[in-house]
T-cell receptor
Framework: GAVVSQHPSWVICKSGTSVKIECRSL??????MFWYRQFPKQSLMLMAT?????????EQGVEKDKFLINHASLTLSTLTVTSAHPEDSSFYIC???????????FGPGTRLLVL | EDKVVQSPLSLVVHEGDTVTLNCSYE??????LLWYKQEKKAPTFLFML????IEKKSGRLSSILDKKELSSILNITATQTGDSAIYLC???????????FGTGTRLKVLA
């Protein structure tokens, strides 16, 4: 199998605080992980590609200083939403690519609500 | 610019009907096409297609890729209410790890 976990599942925070979301591949090593954002009734929007041991590649329009990504090991990537504001409220989903079969497996997602 | 287009955007059918969902793409150096099902949480993997004309099948779901037409279809036969979901298509290009997602098709199956 290929299991990806995310933590936390739900987070509610006050405006101005920072929130860290973890993404782990539980039974395989993932050189590459992806972070997506999804608004209600919309498709996934790729925010950044995270490669182990190197800097993340951000998509156009995504603020690097706002959404900090760290991929410190082959099984863990973190996304930190810094100084969160209500407009950052969204569903954040990570995926990890199983290199041997070039398929992305998704974590269960983290729902962020910024008050 | 690379893009993936899914049709229809939304579909309502009755239990027992057969549905066909479409995904067309324009991607430089096509690598693979993935189908996902998304219910209330994150997408779950259905199929990966890399070769044209070879059908992938899983129960009532099947999918096939047509590289000449730059498209793929996902078929669901004898639909059930549990098939209600958003079906996402994603296409990857060689030389990049990135996948481009379509807008999804929202399927609702009525009892």
């Amino acid at each position: 199998g290929a299991v990806v976990s995310q933590h936390p599942s739900w987070v509610i925070c006050k405006s101005g605080t920072s929130v860290k979301i973890e993404c782990r591949s539980l039974d395989f090593q993932a050189t590459t992980m992806f972070w997506y954002r999804q608004f209600p009734k919309q498709s996934l929007m790729l925010m950044a590609t995270s490669n182990e041991g190197s800097k993340a590649t951000y998509e156009q329009g995504v603020e690097k200083d706002k959404f900090l990504i760290n991929h410190a090991s082959l099984t863990l990537s973190t996304l930190t939403v810094t100084s969160a504001h209500p407009e950052d409220s969204s569903f954040y989903i990570c995926s990890a690519e199983k290199t041997s079969i070039e398929t992305q497996y998704f974590g269960p997602g983290t729902r962020l609500l910024v008050l | 610019e690379d893009k993936v287009v899914q049709s229809p955007l939304s579909l309502v059918v009755h239990e027992g009907d057969t549905v066909t969902l479409n995904c067309s793409y324009e991607v430089t150096n096509f690598r693979s096409l993935l189908w996902y099902k998304q219910e209330k949480k994150a997408p779950t993997f259905l199929f990966m297609l890399t070769s044209s004309g070879i059908e992938k099948k899983s129960g009532r779901l099947s999918s096939i890729l047509d590289k000449k037409e730059l498209s793929s279809i996902l078929n669901i036969t004898a639909t059930q209410t549990g098939d209600s979901a958003i079906y996402l298509c994603a296409v990857g290009a060689s030389g990049t790890y990135k996948y481009i997602f379509g807008t999804g098709t929202r399927l609702k199956v009525l009892a």
